[in-house]
């Protein structure tokens, strides 16, 4: 037998991998996938539940690879029971959190790609944490399977991600593509590319080459601010791609990719809620093919910024509105239990 998990996390292998895993084993390639089939269709998280193979076949699976890096450490639920956020430790004793939100016809998850974050944006309590690793696409993959098992004995499956929680996506940028195109894989997972939304703090060069690679799958913007000075006061990475070069490469996707973009714009009371960024945004993307995400700021430890009263969201909402912009005030979930946008952080 092989050293136990010499082939790693079975997750971090996609279709292609596995079939020339089994191959090497002179295995036939309906073998493979048939563990692929069991990972990502039935769920199966132990070698032992795939009773489709030879006892000799599942000893080997056991033998060679891990079947979870991710391990429950608590679960929150909110009061109105909508929202679910998950801490799980990894192999490494680093921990992450990942969130499960439901709507009328929708089961959102929002799944992280690093522990902490190297992007040190002011007023989320992951870039307050710093960075501690990447995930590995199979750790990221772990937690949808994770809440897939959890939504099966409801009779229900994950309809949407959202690449938005712990860590800047694109600055992990490999293992996050091979995650959601395994996700995407029709012979597994199956989820549509279109129902997978990215969000980065806009690293210019990932952009282009994310629409070039996943064209289908959404993009959102973190802009937060319509000039370069407030926003590199927020976000320091607008100091290496600023405001005017990003809105460039926005209007680039668009055309390429014909996908509309949505920004991210976390209001906080007079910082930029004003009447002036409400203008100097509308100027800066006006005629895009876009939406915007109003997002009243989220409490957390490391920043004193207060979030807007809705009378301000609602103004700034308007002066959008006028400019034939799209935009949507987004209700605030789970802040209770420090699940909202921007609160996710562990002890890492």
């Avoid at 549509?192 to 959102?220: E, Y």
């Avoid at 002066?319 to 034939?324: A, D, I, Q, V």
């Amino acid at each position: 037998m092989n050293d136990p998990e010499s082939l790693g996390l079975v997750y971090d292998h996609d279709l292609d991998s596995l079939l020339g895993i089994f191959e090497d084993w002179g295995e036939p390639t309906y073998r493979g996938k048939q563990i692929w089939e069991g990972l990502y269709r039935n769920l199966w998280g132990n070698p032992s539940e795939f009773t489709n193979i030879s006892n000799i076949l599942r000893e080997k699976l056991a033998d060679n690879f891990s079947f979870n890096h991710l391990s429950p450490i608590s679960n929150l639920e909110s009061k109105d029971k909508l929202t679910q956020k998950s801490l799980f430790r990894l192999t490494d004793g680093k921990t992450i959190e990942a969130v499960l939100m439901r709507y009328n016809k929708r089961c959102t998850l929002c799944i992280s790609t690093q522990v902490g974050c190297a992007m040190g944006c002011t007023f989320c309590a992951t870039g307050q944490m710093g960075f501690g690793r990447n995930l590995s696409s199979g750790e990221i993959v772990e937690q949808v399977i994770f809440f897939s098992r959890y939504l099966k004995k409801e009779d229900k499956r994950p309809t949407n991600i959202v690449v938005m929680g712990m860590g800047e996506p694109l600055h992990n940028y490999e293992s996050t593509i091979q995650a959601i195109r395994q996700l995407n894989h029709p012979d597994g997972f199956n989820l549509g590319m279109r129902r997978i939304t990215v969000s980065t703090v806009g690293i210019i060069p990932a952009i282009r080459r994310f629409a070039k690679d996943l064209p289908q799958v959404n993009l959102a913007i973190s802009l937060h601010a319509a000039d370069d000075e407030l926003r590199s006061s927020m976000l320091p990475i607008n100091e290496k791609y600023p405001i005017h070069d990003l809105m460039q490469t926005c209007r680039e996707y668009t055309k390429q990719t014909g996908r509309r973009i949505s920004f991210e714009w976390t209001l906080i009371q007079g910082i930029n809620d004003t009447f002036e960024q409400a203008q100097k945004l509308s100027r800066l993307i006006e005629g895009m093919l876009c939406h915007v995400n109003l997002v009243p700021l989220n409490p957390t430890n490391g920043y004193d910024g207060k979030k807007s009263s809705r009378e301000r969201a609602k103004a700034f909402k308007s002066e959008l509105e006028s400019h034939k912009i799209p935009c949507t005030i987004r209700v605030r979930r789970g802040i209770e239990i420090l699940a909202g946008c921007g609160q996710l952080a562990t002890n890492n």
